[in-house]
């Protein structure tokens, strides 16, 4: 601490010659203040809090005493983060008793004898020294497993978007649609009642959900998933077994099992081409049998599909998916689903930057 | 300090080698404020609040001579302003006026050696 000009201390005492022999002691190492009585040391402490390192306090002194002095620190709560020393040459034990009450560190007789106040004045303002750096270091390291939670959680996430696209190239697409039914569902989660209830958390697992819809598609063979004419009734099937595969292959997943957005992307992974009137499939659920969010993810996956160009099909205009999805040529939609897609789906088109008929 | 001036303060009660230690062996400093030590108010605080039965007052004069008079080595003066501030703080004026007229010889004990110093 040698030479260490932040460090402060504060002697508040009424006579020059008590602040002088104390000043003296201390002037080495530490940037003297002096007060000369209880209200010109309170509003010291007030405007140097930040760099008091230790407060020397006289008890008997004119306005306020030291007494005063250190119950408006207590109130203030200073006593924990700046040391304050009575200074006294009375040895009274019910001054005592309070001023240890009130958070005083320590009780220094006067006449004062120099390297005793030096060294139990050091010793404190050490402690309290390390106190400050070992919480600050707690801090730190708190932050950095902060953040490191943070880059595993990101990276999970990560592997999950990277799984999905990779199985989106499989069938000749972009990687794109995975992106997009993520950024329409949450789209429509955040902005409009069908959110309702939701936390921005479980939004957050729900887009995760709607990322992994598709990843049963890895189970189908590249000659039905890229087939450039119309599917015959088996091959239909087997491809309406990528809903069951899907929920499987995440069930099989124990890291995915236990994160959070599992039970989202399971059912999203196995309902998400059920309609609302029990014509989909695989478990031909009606109404909202089907959550809200998992319907919302099989109305972004069909209104991409409709807009996107498809190795069976080109793409339509969004007027005309829309119109197509409103007279339920893609299975019909909930109502309630439908009336809050129309009043969003002009700003649904932002994410589609070369969209047909949109540039 | 040449041995005359110390043998001075000795004999009106003032124990250098203590003070000196307390001003971290900076002479001047203890010789500034031993010079001073006349000006100081609480001698005649003292005595006035004594002579208008302010037992208050007077402990507060008391108890910071007993101060002063400590950090500046004065082990006599020290103990008797220490014996007023404890007959005071039990606000016993008769015997705190009882134990002035010593406290004022070893005071007046002092003055003169200071002025002699100058």
Same mark, same amino acid.
Do not use: W
């Given at each position: 601490m040698n030479g260490d000009k932040d460090a402060s201390l504060l002697i508040i005492d009424d006579e020059m010659v008590n602040r002088a022999i104390l000043a003296n002691i201390f002037s080495p190492e530490y940037a003297? /203040?002096?007060?000369?009585?209880?209200?010109?040391?309170?509003?010291?402490?007030?405007?140097?809090?930040?760099?008091?390192?230790?407060?020397?306090?006289?008890?008997?002194?004119?306005? &306020?005493?030291?007494?005063?002095?250190?119950?408006?620190?207590?109130? &203030?709560?200073?006593?924990?983060?700046?040391?304050?020393?009575?200074?006294?040459?009375?040895?009274?034990?019910?001054?005592?008793?309070?001023?240890?009450?009130?958070? +005083?560190?320590?009780? /220094?007789?006067?006449?004062?004898?120099?390297?005793?106040?030096?060294?139990?004045?050091?010793?404190? +303002?050490?402690?309290?020294?390390?106190?400050?750096?070992?919480?600050?270091?707690?801090?730190?390291?708190?932050?950095q497993l902060l953040l490191q939670a943070q880059q595993l959680a990101e990276m999970g996430i990560g592997m999950v978007e990277a799984l999905a696209t990779a199985i989106e190239f499989r069938s000749d697409e972009s990687g794109q649609h995975v992106h997009r039914i993520h950024d329409i569902t949450?789209?429509? &989660?955040?902005?409009?009642?069908?959110?309702?209830?939701? %936390?921005?958390?479980? /939004?957050?697992?729900?887009?995760?959900?709607?990322?992994?819809?598709?990843v049963g598609k890895i189970s189908i063979p590249d000659a039905i998933l890229n087939k450039k004419g119309r599917l015959t009734a088996?091959?239909?099937? &087997?491809?309406?077994?990528?809903?069951?595969?899907?929920?499987?292959?995440?069930?099989? /997943?124990?890291?995915?099992?236990e994160h959070a957005a599992y039970r989202y992307a399971y059912d999203i992974a196995l309902h998400h081409h059920e309609r609302w009137d029990g014509g989909g499939y695989p478990h031909h659920l009606v109404g909202d049998e089907t959550p809200i969010w998992t319907q919302i993810v099989s109305l972004a996956d069909v209104y991409d599909a409709l807009v996107?160009?498809?190795?069976?099909?080109?793409?339509?205009?969004?007027?005309?998916? %829309?119109?197509?999805?409103?007279?339920?040529?893609?299975?019909?939609?909930?109502?309630?689903?439908?009336?809050?897609?129309?009043?969003e789906e002009p700003v649904l088109r932002r994410f589609y930057p070369c969209m047909k008929g949109a540039c | 300090m040449d041995q005359q001036k110390r043998l001075l303060l000795e004999r009106a009660g003032i124990d250098v080698a203590d003070a000196l230690a307390r001003f971290m062996d900076n002479e001047a400093l203890m010789l500034k404020f031993l010079l001073r030590f006349p000006e100081d108010k609480n001698f005649s605080q003292l005595e006035q609040a004594l002579a208008d039965g302010d037992a208050t007052r007077a402990f507060e004069a008391a108890h910071t001579l007993k101060g002063v008079a400590g950090n500046l080595s004065m082990t006599r003066l020290f103990q008797q302003a220490d014996r007023l501030t404890e007959d005071l703080r039990r606000q016993d004026l008769g015997a705190a006026k009882d134990s002035m007229p010593e406290l004022e010889e070893q005071y007046a004990h002092i003055i003169s050696a200071l002025r002699e110093l100058q």
């Open positions: 003297i /203040i002096e007060a000369e009585d209880g209200q010109e040391g309170l509003d010291a402490i007030q405007a140097n809090a930040d760099r008091l390192s230790a407060v020397m306090l006289d008890v008997v002194m004119p306005r &306020l005493n030291g007494i005063e002095v250190l119950r408006r620190l207590h109130q &203030l709560e200073l006593t924990d983060r700046i040391p304050v020393f009575l200074i006294t040459a009375d040895a009274c034990s019910d001054t005592m008793r309070e001023a240890y009450s009130l958070g +005083v560190m320590d009780v /220094i007789l006067k006449p004062v004898v120099p390297y005793v106040v030096r060294r139990r004045v050091n010793s404190v +303002v050490e402690l309290f020294r390390a106190r400050r750096m070992l919480g600050a270091e707690v801090e730190r390291q708190r932050d949450c789209h429509l &989660l955040h902005n409009t009642p069908l959110g309702e209830g939701l %936390t921005q958390e479980q /939004i957050q697992q729900i887009g995760l959900g709607a990322i992994t819809h598709d088996e091959e239909y099937e &087997l491809m309406k077994t990528h809903t069951v595969k899907g929920a499987e292959l995440l069930s099989r /997943i124990p890291q995915m099992r996107s160009k498809r190795c069976y099909k080109e793409a339509f205009s969004a007027q005309t998916a %829309t119109d197509m999805i409103l007279r339920g040529e893609c299975g019909v939609f909930n109502p309630r689903l439908l009336e809050y897609f129309c009043q | -």
